[in-house]
T-cell receptor, first 115, second 114 residues
């Protein structure tokens, strides 16, 4: 158990809909990262937050948005869903940034299926 | 630019064989960190090792060992006496001076057959 909690584990929805994925980082971790893993694909970095502020942005679509709340949990909002958005969405947390990079700890992922 | 290349898409071995997973990275940063993660069929990503650019000592942990060579920009992972439970996708990752970003390779799928 990594200590990172993601909900829901599985989600099935239709095209055009909107969903919210939730992540609770490990206790004490201020950084939250979101990654997308499509079928047989690698990990695509979406976005990173540190203590409530956006720190880095990757290949995140405009239809997607995220935020980190004062209690440090984070939500990833996916709207106007398309079939191609079907993927495993991972949240990871870390105790960095700082001069010493720490590893990312990943949640179990939220598997989104868009029909 | 930061980049991680895992040229081996898929490897199949028979149990008890040794297997090496290759990882080649590109970075202009003088300080950086390298990582290996395991993704078993169940899907979760499990952290295996972290190595900083100033520590070129090889590391051994049980049946796992890692060979870091700055001269060839490689951070290879060897599993000795492989077991069926080692079957997974293994990802190599890099984080550099812009410590906000982690760059992952495309992964190597390891199949260990009984």
């Amino acid at each position: 158990d990594s200590g990172v909690t993601q909900t829901p584990k599985h989600l099935i929805t239709a095209t055009g809909q909107r969903v919210t994925l939730r992540c609770s980082p490990r206790s004490g971790d201020l950084s939250v990262y979101w990654y997308q893993q499509s079928l047989d694909q690698g990990l695509q970095f979406l976005i990173q937050y540190y203590n409530g502020e956006e720190r880095a942005k990757g290949n995140i679509l405009e239809r997607f948005s995220a935020q980190q709340f004062p209690d440090l949990h984070s939500e990833l909002n996916l709207s106007s869903l398309e079939l191609g958005d079907s993927a495993l969405y991972f949240c990871a947390s870390s105790s960095n940034p700082g001069l010493d990079i720490r590893e990312l700890f990943f949640g179990e992922g939220s598997r989104l299926t868009v029909l | 630019a930061q980049k991680v290349t895992q040229a081996q898409t898929e490897i199949s071995v028979v149990e008890k064989e040794d297997v090496t997973l290759d990882c080649v990275y590109e970075t202009r940063d003088t300080t950086y960190y390298l990582f290996w993660y395991k993704q078993p069929p169940s899907g979760e990503l499990v952290f295996l090792i972290r190595r900083n650019s100033f520590d070129e000592q090889n590391e051994i942990s049980g049946r796992y060992s890692w060979n870091f060579q700055k001269s060839t920009s490689s951070f290879n992972f060897t599993i000795t006496a492989s077991q069926v439970v080692d079957s997974a996708v293994y990802f190599c990752a890099l984080s550099g001076d812009n410590f906000n970003k982690f760059y992952f390779g495309s992964g190597t799928k390891l199949n260990v057959k009984p």
